[in-house]
């Protein structure tokens, strides 16, 4: 009997043994025969490999969520600074971002396979290079045409794109039994970027500008950063020929109805966390306009940032508590927490007390990020139980590919939600008040819920599948 060295041994018990393959690094930093299911291959090296790829990843990421942030801090300094735009260009400043941001996300998913993860990381980080200095020359003047910041504000979602990108290449580097937390991890740390973005912008246009109001120092001060980040993904990142696109896979995964539902509840979860980031500066400034900045000395803060933080920091969480009890009683109890604090918001605000209004502020934040954990677990699970595909006899190999294309296009139909929330706030401006859209984001919220209940939670205990 002869045996393939280069695929198996065989053991004293007569049965083969896989080898690990052996990784061939190739110029310009590719890497072919990567297996990262293989263990004795991900422990002698693919480990530290994949480490070293995440670390400048997660950095790359949260870059690209600072950039997509950055409009909704500038936006309230924008009075200050000699512009007269009204209430809806100020909203349409802040919502362009997010429209362009989840569009990109979708041809961003397929770049990796094109170009290569290490590859696309660079471009996709110096493409933050135009938005970045667009911005600073843009608000250095105060007779630049509404058009023109428009357009620049729209490049700032060349940040919600590289998400995708980020996402789809870590997937290729860890295998399924590291997969979920590599992969929190990067969304994490990308999700930070808009608590960051929103400390330190406050912070750079007055102390870095000599005490005026610089606004050019919001965009500026993130090049170098970015110029690192891409220095750091040429140097040492790398690329995988075993990355494929799966085109084919993606087109399946449209026609699955469960990838329509899960899309609706991730833009009440992620849609809800990325449009109160973009919108939370604002509303502060429009409600209690003495606490919109925080004086400490000569810093100026202001704690909007604490929205965007505690959501970050609780999508880990949702995920966890997702893996112990299921996704959709996670998602179910998210629902109903975000629709009471709302409402809670609501009739409270004739109180006109800002730590009240902040507090309830920072629990629905939490809620949405519990929620966006806990949504992105369902998906795998209904995909490998309940879609077409799993109904059919499907291989798990099949369905596990049809989640793994969902997951991309689930991530970028929810980000519109960052669009969607300005504009319903926006609308309902115009009737001299909020109050409105945040009914109908309550109602939004629990038929969602219901969504969510019918769907899975009835379903999986009908069918004792278990917790999805």
């Known amino acids: 009997m002869t045996v ?21 690094h190739r110029p310009g930093r590719w890497i072919a025969n990567w297996d990262a299911e ?17 670390y400048w990843s997660i950095f790359a990421e949260f870059l690209g969520f600072v950039v997509w942030q950055l409009w909704s801090i500038v936006v309230v300094q924008l009075p200050a600074a000699g512009f007269k735009f009204d209430t809806n260009q100020i909203f349409w400043l802040i919502s362009i971002p997010s429209l362009v941001g989840a569009t990109l996300r979708i041809p961003y998913t397929f770049m990796v396979p094109r170009f290569g993860g290490r590859n696309w990381t660079i471009v996709s980080a110096l493409l933050l290079l135009i938005p970045t200095a667009g911005l600073a020359v843009c608000v250095s003047n105060p007779g630049t045409p509404f058009a023109v910041m428009l357009l620049v504000a729209g490049l700032a979602g060349f940040g919600g794109g590289n998400f995708a990108s980020s996402m789809a290449n870590i997937t290729f580097f860890y295998p399924a039994r590291e997969k979920g937390w590599a992969l929190g991890l990067n969304a994490a740390g990308g999700n930070l970027g808009a608590a960051v973005a929103q400390l330190i912008v406050p912070i750079a246009v007055t102390v870095l500008a000599a005490g005026t109001v ?8 993130w090049i170098p950063l970015i110029l690192v980040a891409a220095f750091g993904a040429w140097k040492y990142m790398n690329n995988l020929t075993s990355a494929k696109g799966d085109v084919a896979g993606s087109i399946a995964a449209l026609k699955e109805p469960h990838l329509w539902i899960m899309a609706f509840l991730y833009i009440g979860t992620f849609g809800s966390f990325i449009g109160f980031s973009g919108v939370f500066p604002k509303l502060i400034k429009d409600y209690f306009p003495a606490f919109s900045s925080v004086h400490l000395g000569a810093v100026v803060l202001s704690l909007a940032f604490l929205g965007p ?5 609780a999508r880990p969480y949702g995920g966890r508590m997702a893996d112990r009890m299921g996704g959709a009683r996670m998602t179910v109890t998210a629902f109903a927490a975000m629709a009471i604090i709302t ?12 730590w009240l209004f902040l507090v309830l502020f920072l ?17 795998p699970v209904i995909f490998a139980t309940s879609s077409r595909a799993a109904r ?15 997951l991309g296009l689930i991530s970028a139909i929810g980000a519109y939600g960052g669009f969607v929330i300005p504009q319903v706030l926006n609308a ?15 109602g939004a919220y629990v038929l969602m819920l219901i969504v969510c209940w019918v769907c899975y939670l009835r379903k999986a205990n009908r069918n004792a599948m278990g917790h999805i």
């Open 214 to 221: 610089n606004l050019s120092m919001a965009g500026l001060i």
């Open 309 to 313: 933080l505690v959501g970050s920091l």
């Open 4 to 24: 393939d060295r280069n695929t198996a041994i065989l053991t004293n018990e007569g049965a083969p043994t896989a080898l690990a393959p052996e990784l061939e």
């Open 363 to 379: 629990f629905l934040f939490t809620a949405s990020g519990f929620g966006n954990g806990a949504t992105y677990r369902m998906i």
């Open 38 to 54: 293989n263990k004795e291959q991900w422990e002698a090296a693919g480990r530290s490999i994949a480490k070293r790829n995440l």
């Open 428 to 442: 309902s401006s115009s009737s001299g008040s909020y109050t409105p859209a945040f009914y109908g984001f309550v």
């Open 343 to 354: 409402l809670t918001m609501i009739w409270t605000l004739p109180l006109k007390n800002f």
């Open 392 to 406: 059919s006899g499907a291989s798990t190999a099949s369905t596990a590919r049809l989640a793994s294309s969902s």
